[in-house]
């Protein structure tokens, strides 16, 4: 088997390469404790898009932002107390929190990294290599897990070389084997109690021995309704203003998100979301154009056909999906 993306010992000169790959838009894919990831810039909307792509993800899942430290951290979500002795206990490491973005910052990661919702998914991974990469960097680094979407999460290099063997432009830094093997846990910090998203090596007792509360876990809490908003926190991204799609016109009131350059209907506003159809062009605008749209002066959406190949599913994904 021949492969087109390149494994790299991670010497001190590839990996100031290598952040310099990142900054120009590739994909990096590093080693962290947990499972290798796939990393963009968090800050660059193509790059984020890119992820999409490579995974072919038929869905814009939410990504994990990563950085180097929790002061790092702080600029981009808002810290509560109980988020800082989380954080204080578990990082670097296996633990990912999920808080509010934080109103102002210089590296604010694009809305796609987090599927256009106002809270942000960030760790400060441990592994020696990752942790040099991001010094490197300089901004945060959106990380899923380096698989195609229906494959197995990477443990080595080798897994995923062998999960894009087509990606020529894809740059694998070697960092043995994970040590954990397993992603790391998210916890929802953005209420009064910590609530576990997503389970991993560190666990709801090991949370409640470090910070004296014991986690509530999401299933629990939507079966019993014991929160006023049940599964709020899981909740995607979606417009105030009803959506109408698959629009071949505009009607009286309506905004146009457009794609392309032929059969665009007349419309006061528009936004296009790739005059020259390119998907991933409109995958880097999708939420930031419905976030447009919505504070506009517009009664509701009229959203032309995307294409329902590539990213395309993914954009029509989200597009169909109301609130789940
Ligand atoms: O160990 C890990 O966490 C690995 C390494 C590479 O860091 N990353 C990873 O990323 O597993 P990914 O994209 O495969 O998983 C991200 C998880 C998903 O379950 C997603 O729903 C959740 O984090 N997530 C991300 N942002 C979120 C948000 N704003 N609200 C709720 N859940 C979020
Ligand atoms: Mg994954």
Redesign the pocket.
Known sequence: MTYKSTIYSPTDAILKEAAQRLLQGYLVAMP?E??Y?LAANATDDRAVARIFALKERPSF????V?VESLEKASNLIEMTGLARRLAEAFWPG?L?L?GKRSPSSDFAPSLLC?GG?K???V?V?AHPVAQHLLRLAGVPLA???ANPSTKLSPTSALHVQQGFPEAEDLWILEGGDCTQGL??T?VDITGETPVI??LGTITAENIEEAVGVKPLYYKDIEETHTIKSPGQ??KHYAPDKPMRLNAVDVKPGEGLLAFGSQNIPAASVIYNLSETGDLLEAAQNLFKMLHLLDTENVSGIAVMSIPQEGLGLAINDRLTRTQS
């Open positions: 962290t947990t499972v990831g899942n939410p990504l994990i990563h296996p990912t999920v987090s919702l809270t942000l998914a760790r991974p990380a899923p897990s992603e790391s998210v998203l997503r926190m899981l």
